[in-house]
T-cell receptor, first 116, second 116 residues
Framework: GENVEQHPSTLSVQEGDSAVIKCTYS??????FPWYKQELGKRPQLIID?????GEKKDQRIAVTLNKTAKHFSLHITETQPEDSAVYFC???????????????FGQGTILTVHP | EAGVVQSPRYKIIEKKQPVAFWCNPI?????LYWYRQNLGQGPELLIR????????DSQLPKDRFSAERLKGVDSTLKIQPAELGDSAVYLC??????????????FGPGTRLTVL
């Protein structure tokens, strides 16, 4: 089955700096890669996702890159703000056609702390 | 649009007692997921439904866990009897059917279970 590794486990930055979180996956059939943000005691919320037919996607201060050859994808947050502090999870899944389509396999999470 | 609804939000029980969690997905979402999230880790899939059919229950500990989605809408996850190691947050998520598309999953607030 799919295995997703996420690094680093904790990340501390100063407000205004950039933050980068990296994930690798094992199943070459995976073609959908969402990122979730989870604040303490709250539900995971989708912040951005990328499909395997594109290499990069950007939404304001958040961007995700995907390298299918190397089987890794990354989350980039620019101009970080204290409210970006949360746990971030990457995940991988197969879309239509995969034998385990619809199953999200999550990374272990990254605790991001943005200091004012 | 209402999000995924779960109840109860918190549950404290003694070991060997039964417990049940309820989930109401986003209207129109055919696919429903139950995840377990242990402290400091990413969610792990327990079972996935498409309409009323359980299409992936390979990670569900069937000796004590059961789930149902009788009319293809609401779902109930049950544990009987509960063990100390079952303490976790149980998350429900829903999505449109992934059969023909990538599946953006939307999570409920979760039920935090504490087994004493």
């Amino acid at each position: 089955g799919e295995n997703v590794e996420q690094h680093p486990s904790t990340l501390s930055v100063q407000e205004g700096d950039s933050a980068v979180i990296k994930c690798t996956y094992s199943d070459s059939a995976s073609n959908y890669f969402p990122w979730y943000k989870q604040e303490l005691g709250k539900r995971p919320q989708l912040i951005i996702d990328i499909r395997s037919n594109v290499g990069e996607k950007k939404d304001q201060r958040i961007a995700v890159t995907l390298n299918k050859t190397a089987k890794h994808f990354s989350l980039h947050i620019t101009e970080t703000q204290p409210e970006d502090s949360a746990v971030y999870f990457c995940a991988a899944s197969t879309g239509a056609g995969g034998t385990s389509y619809g199953k999200l396999t999550f990374g272990q999470g990254t605790i991001l702390t943005v200091h004012p | 649009e209402a999000g995924v609804v779960q109840s109860p939000r918190y549950k404290i029980i003694e070991k060997k007692q039964p417990v049940a969690f309820w989930c109401n997905p986003i209207s129109g979402h055919n696919t429903l997921y139950w995840y377990r999230q242990n402290l400091g880790q990413g969610p792990e899939l327990l079972i996935r439904y498409e309409n009323e059919e359980a299409v992936d229950d390979s990670q569900l500990p069937k000796d004590r866990f059961s789930a149902e989605r009788l009319k293809g809408v609401d779902s109930t996850l049950k544990i009987q009897p509960a063990e100390l190691g079952d303490s976790a947050v149980y998350l429900c998520a829903s999505s449109l059917a992934p059969r023909h598309s990538y599946n953006e999953q939307f999570f409920g607030p979760g039920t935090r279970l504490t087994v004493l």
